[in-house]
């Protein structure tokens, strides 16, 4: 399949690897100033790579322009953090045919958001929206010299997917698990997507309990002490799960009162982190735990993505249907005093997701069905 990806980052370059080692002709495609790495991949021919996938070089093609990266692609994923969304989406709309299937590596509420942006421009889009509730991908880009270097160190399994509108589920999942015939699970609507997307409440909930422990407000610090405690590993205490569970229990509510059904952080991990020994045959649950790194600062993307992109939208709508969420909405302020950045008012709101305030005053699962559907 051709297949087009937009983002050159640690997501992106472990997707162009893995689908080009499964027989895809992958495009990678980034924006000034991050296709630099682009120079790079082309001039070694391909990117390295190590981890779960062994040890090698993957051939990728790089395009600078946006045109050359969609022109043949039947899927074009958008492989940025979710403040890349929509600038990675602007620069490649103008060149997307109507049959074309644009998917979201990480969801954040992605497809709403695009959506209301196109409609509050009174843009034209014909293509067909979709995300997946977190990228498939635990990466990392390593030095490696002056080569690019991609460590996949783990493939979900059962990664939740969904459409904007219901008629394109089934063109959807025939075409996602052409590439991914194990990894992809279809879900209802894009808000459970969204909902279920575990990096919000387990990213948040650690990095705030755990903030004596990060040196750095803004840049990163000279020395490797930032790093001699595992983010998973040390930060996920008793006292931060017990956080993450009323979390949890404040989205149940949420999905409840949409007939959205979710799952809490622990049954997530379960789906997400099984894998098969290839060595025993055995199956194992495998939480990304292990790892001895965690943020050298502050506002990491734990903060600055998972907070207003996921946070503070889960807030609204629960403030909408009537729920008090004071353990989401506390996260939220500890985040804005900790970072100096006030994530309420910057982050997205009812608006950004096409929600009107007209709606607001009735906000039931049949109002939040049509919007979903696009069509509000």
């Known amino acids: 399949m051709e297949v087009a990806i ?11 690897v893995d689908l080009s080692l499964r027989g895809h002709n992958v495009r990678l495609f980034d924006v000034p ?49 979710a403040y890349g969304h929509l600038s990675m989406f602007e620069a490649i709309r103008p060149y997307i045919r109507e049959e074309q299937l644009v998917i979201f590596d990480s969801s954040y509420f ?12 009174g843009i034209l889009f014909k293509g067909i929206f979709a995300e997946l509730e977190i990228s498939p991908y635990a990466a990392r880009l390593l030095k ?22 219901s008629k394109n589920r089934g063109h959807l999942l025939e075409k996602l698990q052409t590439l ?21 409440t387990m990213h948040t909930a650690i990095m705030t309990g755990n903030l004596g ?32 569970e009323v979390l949890d229990e404040e989205k149940k509510m949420l999905g409840q009162a949409l007939a959205i059904k979710l799952e809490t952080s622990r049954e997530r991990e379960k789906r997400l982190y099984t894998y098969i020994d290839p060595t025993t045959g055995e199956k194992k649950e495998a939480p990304p735990r ?12 734990y903060y600055s993505e998972d907070v207003p992109y996921g946070l503070v939208p889960i807030y609204y709508l629960c403030d909408a249907v009537g729920i008090y969420a004071v353990g989401t909405l506390s996260i939220i302020i500890l985040a804005s005093i900790a970072s100096g950045v006030d994530f309420l008012s910057q982050g997205v709101n009812l608006d950004s997701l096409g929600i009107r305030r007209g709606l607001r005053r009735d906000l039931t699962k049949e109002v939040i069905y049509r919007i979903v559907e696009g069509a509000v």
């Open 6 to 16: 937009c983002g050159a980052g640690n997501v992106g370059c472990a997707q162009a």
């Open 290 to 301: 292990a790892r001895k790194e965690a943020p050298a600062t502050i506002m990491h993307r």
């Open 180 to 200: 991914y015939p194990e990894e992809v699970n279809l879900m209802s609507n894009v808000l459970e997507t969204s909902l279920n997307n575990i990096n919000v």
């Open 144 to 165: 490696d010299g002056e080569s690019v270097r991609v460590d996949i160190r783990g493939i979900k399994k059962g990664v939740g997917v969904a459409t904007l509108a």
């Open 33 to 81: 100033p991050f296709s630099d790495r682009l120079k790079v991949i082309e001039r070694d021919g391909g990117i390295s790579y190590s981890g779960v996938l062994g040890h090698g070089k993957a051939l990728v093609s790089c395009v600078f322009a946006p045109e050359d990266a969609v022109r043949e692609a039947e899927i074009i994923f958008i492989a940025t953090p």
């Open 110 to 121: 992605a497809c709403m958001r695009v959506f209301q942006w196109l409609k509050t421009g």
């Open 213 to 244: 422990r990060i040196k750095s407000l803004y840049g990163m610090p000279t020395t490797e002490e930032v790093y001699d405690w595992g983010f998973y590993e040390d930060g996920l205490s008793p006292a931060v799960w017990r956080v993450i």
